[in-house]
T-cell receptor
Framework: AQSVTQLDSHVSVSEGTPVLLRCNYS??????LFWYVQHPNKGLQLLLK??????LVKGINGFEAEFKKSETSFHLTKPSAHMSDAAEYFC???????????????FGTGTRLQVTL | KAGVTQTPRYLIKTRGQQVTLSCSPI?????VSWYQQTPGQGLQFLFEYFSETQRNKGNFPGRFSGRQFSNSRSEMNVSTLELGDSALYLCASNSGGRSTDTQYFGPGTRLTVL
């Protein structure tokens, strides 16, 4: 079975400062990992995904994440926060293909990012 | 390409009633998955349909069911509604259901059970 743990339920940063949202995963196989963002009353939007290619993954809106197998981590970062980044962020792992669960996504509990002036 | 659409966007029902939610995937996508989002339980997988067959199921009671049509559109049904079924129901589509495939989410249907 796979799981993800988002280490912070709430992160507050000032506009223009770096963002770090932490995620650890647990998986018995090489996982596919995703970060999704959810703005209030909206659906989920993909920020980026890791699928065993480059370990540093660049996403939309200046976000990036680094897959570290030794630390079982997939932290999300952004050099400079913008007010529009305020939202809920979810770290996600997908299922294993040969068990027929590939499309099943397992979500972390979410991190609410607050950006202040 | 048009995105994933879900109808209706909002629903209010009373306990004991049943409800049907609809999801139209991105054109060409054959896999549709459903998720329930609540403040207490977070995002939980309900089930996935691929080419009209349920391929995977989460840990939900039998009151929750679904189906997929030949055009890949999917419906989700909840019978005998309970207060705890109040949630945002999200539908996601992807092309083939591989673990590397991106799942594209619709805006959700917010169900309120009174």
């Amino acid at each position: 079975a796979q799981s993800v743990t988002q280490l912070d339920s709430h992160v507050s940063v000032s506009e223009g400062t770096p963002v770090l949202l932490r995620c650890n995963y647990s998986s018995s196989y090489s996982p596919s990992l995703f970060w999704y963002v959810q703005h209030p009353n909206k659906g989920l939007q993909l920020l980026l995904k890791y699928t065993s290619a480059a370990t540093l993954v660049k996403g939309i809106n200046g976000f990036e994440a680094e897959f570290k197998k030794s630390e079982t981590s997939f932290h999300l970062t952004k050099p400079s926060a913008h007010m529009s980044d305020a939202a809920e962020y979810f770290c996600v792992v997908s299922g294993r293909v040969n068990t027929g669960t590939a499309s099943k996504l397992t979500f972390g509990t979410g991190t609410r990012l607050q950006v202040t002036l | 390409k048009a995105g994933v659409t879900q109808t209706p966007r909002y629903l209010i029902k009373t306990r004991g009633q049943q409800v049907t939610l609809s999801c139209s995937p991105i054109s060409g996508h054959r896999s549709v998955s459903w998720y329930q989002q609540t403040p207490g339980q977070g995002l939980q997988f309900l089930f996935e349909y691929f080419s009209e067959t349920q391929r995977n199921k989460g840990n939900f009671p039998g009151r929750f069911s679904g189906r997929q049509f030949s055009n890949s559109r999917s419906e989700m049904n909840v019978s005998t509604l309970e207060l705890g079924d109040s949630a945002l129901y999200l539908c996601a589509s992807n092309s083939g259901g591989r673990s590397t495939d991106t799942q594209y989410f619709g805006p959700g249907t917010r169900l309120t059970v009174l």
